[in-house]
């Protein structure tokens, strides 16, 4: 059999599928994503979530129906904010790239948001008739920004890897998963970045098991999965805290229902489908809303208007380079001793992949160091002591975008460090930064 009548078989067999049914007084009206195989972290190595296709549908008072009956594939809906239309990713043909659409809730022909030479997925509608989304350059997933209407889409991650956007927070971020670097492997982590890819931070620091589809509930707390478990941060403790759900495999993208019941997609073991139940927090049980006969259902969204996010205007200056000031680099989560730190090196990433380190500047006794980088690329920064031997280096990279000026309270210092009121020594020193952008370069000073 031809690869193309495979293919079209596996449309078929969506197309065909069906869904159980219940009454629309258990289940709101919502869209969901029904698919013959769903594999939730396939982006860290650039695959495809959705590797035997998937088809949205809607479900209300009318029953379940095909969002877009005419295309091959369909998949990772998101409601505008007065819930008229949708973004979605689609195909029209099996073999096409995934592109991002827009349609009508009320009907019409879907429009053709994105032009991506590769796959282009997991849309989120911005303030200001913007959105976000996936696009694949050179095999990994990076996060744009780009006109609702079409037109230039600028970057907003750059750091190595691939990244997926899964929410927009109420201040405005975008809140999105990357391949975070533990122990010899990695795991998926969550973190922001505003949407002119600047700020970009760990959403927590307590890194470890693979956090995946965050979303932020009505009391402003990041829900996401933990393979077998779910997990939320809020905002009185600075580590996750581990849900009381029933015990289930689960594909994330929690939603929060009016009556603060949740719609979760899970299944009981790898051998099952995923299935769509609603579940009260705290419940020992739920209740299944939504299971395919050969498929998987995931991806539950509300058709329900909701409150537009902050939109923030651009702090970026007008430079080709970006300025970083840390207060205390003593505030780590690692106890480093008192005057123990000596200098900082900063590394950018070669053509190769590998490190260069880019040159040291000093450290004063308050921990406090002021660098000017470069932008809008990988870099990495580590502390040494008066030997020069390492005292900490961090594992992951991270970024500054062309012209940000960044104040950070210290070196992996979790969201409930607060600085301390004080005029930082390396500005009393001086106020121009150590220069970074310049291969090799070693700054004098410091104690």
């Known amino acids: ?40 972290l396939a982006w860290m190595t650039g695959g495809d979530r959705f590797p035997k296709s998937a088809k949205l549908f809607i479900r209300d008072g009318q029953g379940d129906r095909e969002l877009v009956n005419h295309f091959a594939a369909s998949a990772d809906p998101t409601l505008s904010f007065d819930a008229t239309r949708v973004l979605f990713a689609g195909k029209q043909a099996p073999r096409e790239h995934w592109q991002i659409w827009e349609v009508h809730l009320a009907g019409g022909a879907p429009r053709q948001v994105s032009s991506c030479r590769d796959d282009c997925v997991r849309p989120l509608y911005l303030p200001g008739d913007r959105l976000t989304f996936a696009e694949k350059v050179n095999g990994l997933f990076v996060i744009v920004v780009a006109p609702l209407a079409g037109g230039t889409a600028t970057p907003v991650t750059y750091s190595p890897g691939n990244h997926l956007p899964t929410d927009i927070l109420r201040d405005g971020r975008i809140l999105f998963e990357t391949a975070h670097a533990v122990g010899k492997g990695f795991v998926s982590e969550l973190y922001t970045v505003y949407t002119n890819g600047s700020g970009v931070e760990a959403y927590r620091c307590d890194h470890g098991s693979s956090r995946h589809s965050g979303k932020q509930l009505a009391s402003g707390d990041i829900v996401f999965a933990q393979g077998y478990a779910l997990a939320r941060f809020t905002s009185s403790v600075a580590h996750e805290v581990r849900l009381a759900v029933p015990a289930a495999e689960y594909a994330g993208d929690v939603v929060e229902t009016s009556n603060g019941d949740w719609l979760l997609a899970s299944r009981a073991s790898p ?23 050969e498929t998987s259902v995931v991806q539950p969204t509300l058709i329900s208007e909701r409150p537009i996010p902050n939109r ?34 900063l590394y950018a990433r070669g053509i190769s992949g590998a490190e260069k380190a880019l040159g040291e500047a000093p450290v004063e006794k308050d ?26 280096k961090e594992a992951g990279w991270f970024w500054l975008r062309r012209g940000e000026q960044r104040v950070c309270v210290g070196c992996h210092a979790g969201p409930e460090t607060a600085p301390e009121n004080a005029v930082p020594q390396v500005l009393l020193r001086s106020t121009l930064p150590a220069d970074m952008t310049i291969s090799s370069h070693v700054a004098a000073g410091g104690h």
Not at 327 to 339: E, V
Not at 370 to 389: C, F, N, S, V
């Open 271 to 293: 051998n099952t489908n995923f299935a769509i139940f609603r579940w009260t927090p705290a419940a020992a049980s739920r209740r299944a809303l939504i299971t395919g006969r």
């Open 1 to 40: 059999m031809s690869r193309r009548l495979i293919a079209i078989g596996i449309v078929l067999l969506l197309s065909s599928a069906k869904v159980g049914s219940i009454s629309t007084f258990e289940a709101p009206p919502l869209l969901y994503t029904a698919t013959a195989e769903y594999k939730a």
């Open 367 to 392: 921990g406090s160091f002021y660098l000017r980088t470069p932008a809008d690329q990988p870099l990495k920064i580590e502390l040494l002591d008066m030997q020069g031997r390492t005292i900490k």
């Open 312 to 345: 923030h205007p651009s702090g970026l200056h007008d430079w080709d380079y970006a300025n970083l000031l840390c207060l205390n680099a003593y505030t780590s989560k690692p106890a480093i001793g008192a005057r123990h730190i000596a200098s900082v090196r």
